[in-house]
């Protein structure tokens, strides 16, 4: 994947339902020069121009985010350049301001610009059209001629958008979720977003947040103990009934501890879960509420594969994490087991000297 492309890793994502050969949902007529490249299917862009020399521009579906909330859109943007940094080893620098145009085919757009050296090389806009999300990069030695001529040709059907399929990434671009039936993204809150969280997902029966913490120095072998009071300290929780804690290997590689615990809230008895996630040298802690909970989350990790911006070798050395388990059964089952091999023995050795 093109390193434009892979921008569509630091928003959390929802693609087209429609097979991986299926058209475009937009049309553009590009500019004098340009041409429109064959979308990249499951995780590419969802449309793409090639202009003289190097420059590209790249649309990319992501999940919705409130455009009247200019810190999360700005944060979205700023992280995006910083992720191209990081991926290309350049040294974009990302305006101060973020600005607002409004296009004559009714599209209004988002943006930063982003320089190298003082001079203009990147534009990059959030924007919606018939119901869809996106994120816009234009690389280019003239943003600001291209980015209105590109923007302003956009065309839509005119209909609002068929549902996503099955596939959300974290804004981070670390955690690619295969979405159960009914499962979808949503816009975290601005508090959310303050909190560290990278995805925020809503189904029937159940909410999940993911937030990433990257300064936390917990040990490993205590985990399971923060979890346990992360669950009993949850809102509306009572802390008896909290259970033992539970453990997956998650799809993706990395251990998944999780408790849960019975709350209630104005809509009547629930489920609060408390879970976390060791990536690379830091974590993801899960907090999901809702009569399904455990299910949604069990399928969510049960189906979790590295997103476009995860390192496999790194994820790979993801601290393991150990539970305690209740073993008084396998003490007793053990303790059984000695006492009818014991009981065998006499009895064969009875039956050799029987006739001593």
């Given at each position: 994947?093109?390193?434009?492309?892979?921008?569509?890793a630091?928003?959390?994502?929802?693609?087209?339902?429609?097979?991986?050969?299926?058209?475009?949902?937009?049309?553009i007529?590009?500019p004098?020069?340009?041409?429109?490249?064959?979308?990249?299917?499951?995780?590419g862009?969802?449309?793409?121009?090639?202009?003289?020399?190097?420059?590209s521009?790249?649309?990319?579906?992501?999940?919705?985010?409130?455009?009247?909330?200019r810190?999360?859109?700005?944060?979205?943007?700023?992280?995006?350049?910083?992720?191209?940094?990081?991926?290309?080893?350049?040294?974009?620098r990302?305006?101060?301001?973020l600005?607002?145009?409004?296009?004559?085919?009714?599209?209004?757009?988002?943006?930063?610009?982003?320089?190298?050296?003082?001079?203009?090389?990147?534009?990059?806009?959030?924007?919606e059209?018939?119901?869809?999300?996106?994120?816009?990069?234009?690389?280019?030695?003239?943003?600001?001629?291209?980015?209105?001529?590109?923007?302003?040709?956009?065309?839509?059907?005119?209909?609002?958008?068929?549902?996503v399929?099955?596939?959300?990434?974290?804004?981070?671009?670390?955690?690619?979720?295969?979405?159960?039936?009914?499962?979808?993204?949503r816009?975290?809150?601005?508090?959310?977003?303050?909190?560290?969280?990278?995805?925020?997902?809503?189904?029937?029966?159940?909410?999940?947040?993911?937030?990433?913490?990257?300064?936390?120095?917990?040990?490993?072998?205590?985990?399971?103990?923060?979890?346990k009071?992360?669950?009993?300290?949850?809102?509306?929780?009572?802390?008896?009934?909290?259970?033992?804690?539970?453990?997956i290997?998650?799809t993706?590689?990395?251990d998944?501890?999780?408790?849960?615990?019975r709350?209630?809230?104005?809509?009547?008895?629930?489920?609060?879960?408390?879970?976390y996630?060791?990536w690379?040298?830091?974590?993801?802690?899960?907090?999901?509420?809702?009569?399904?909970?455990?299910?949604?989350?069990?399928?969510?990790?049960s189906?979790l594969?590295?997103?476009?911006?995860?390192?496999?070798?790194?994820?790979?050395?993801?601290?393991?994490?150990?539970?305690?388990?209740?073993?008084?059964?396998?003490?007793?089952?053990?303790?059984?087991?000695?006492?009818?091999l014991?009981?065998?023995?006499?009895?064969?050795?009875?039956?050799?000297?029987?006739?001593?």
């Amino acid at each position: 994947m093109s390193p434009a492309a892979a921008l569509i890793a630091l928003s959390v994502a929802a693609f087209p339902a429609s097979a991986m050969d299926a058209a475009a949902p937009f049309s553009i007529e590009p500019p004098p020069g340009w041409s429109q490249q064959l979308s990249s299917g499951d995780g590419g862009p969802i449309l793409a121009l090639k202009g003289p020399e190097q420059s590209s521009f790249v649309l990319a579906r992501i999940a919705p985010v409130s455009l009247e909330n200019r810190a999360a859109v700005r944060g979205l943007l700023t992280e995006a350049v910083n992720g191209i940094n990081a991926r290309e080893r350049l040294g974009y620098r990302a305006a101060a301001n973020l600005e607002t145009a409004t296009y004559g085919n009714g599209l209004t757009a988002r943006f930063i610009r982003a320089d190298i050296d003082g001079r203009p090389r990147l534009a990059l806009a959030v924007m919606e059209l018939d119901g869809v999300y996106m994120l816009g990069t234009l690389r280019s030695a003239v943003p600001d001629t291209l980015l209105p001529a590109i923007l302003g040709a956009l065309k839509g059907s005119g209909m609002p958008a068929a549902a996503v399929s099955a596939v959300a990434l974290s804004s981070d671009g670390e955690l690619r979720f295969r979405l159960p039936s009914g499962v979808r993204p949503r816009p975290p809150s601005e508090q959310e977003l303050k909190a560290g969280c990278v995805a925020a997902l809503s189904g029937p029966g159940a909410q999940l947040l993911v937030m990433k913490l990257t300064d936390d120095d917990t040990p490993a072998q205590r985990r399971a103990a923060v979890v346990k009071s992360t669950v009993r300290a949850g809102p509306g929780v009572d802390p008896k009934s909290a259970g033992p804690v539970e453990y997956i290997l998650s799809t993706a590689g990395p251990d998944f501890i999780y408790a849960v615990a019975r709350c209630a809230d104005a809509a009547g008895p629930s489920l609060y879960l408390a879970g976390y996630m060791p990536w690379g040298y830091w974590g993801y802690s899960f907090l999901a509420k809702g009569p399904q909970a455990p299910e949604m989350t069990r399928e969510l990790l049960s189906s979790l594969s590295l997103g476009p911006s995860a390192v496999p070798k790194l994820v790979a050395a993801s601290p393991r994490l150990s539970v305690r388990r209740d073993l008084s059964w396998v003490a007793s089952w053990s303790s059984n087991l000695i006492l009818a091999l014991l009981a065998v023995v006499v009895v064969w050795f009875w039956w050799r000297n029987r006739g001593d």
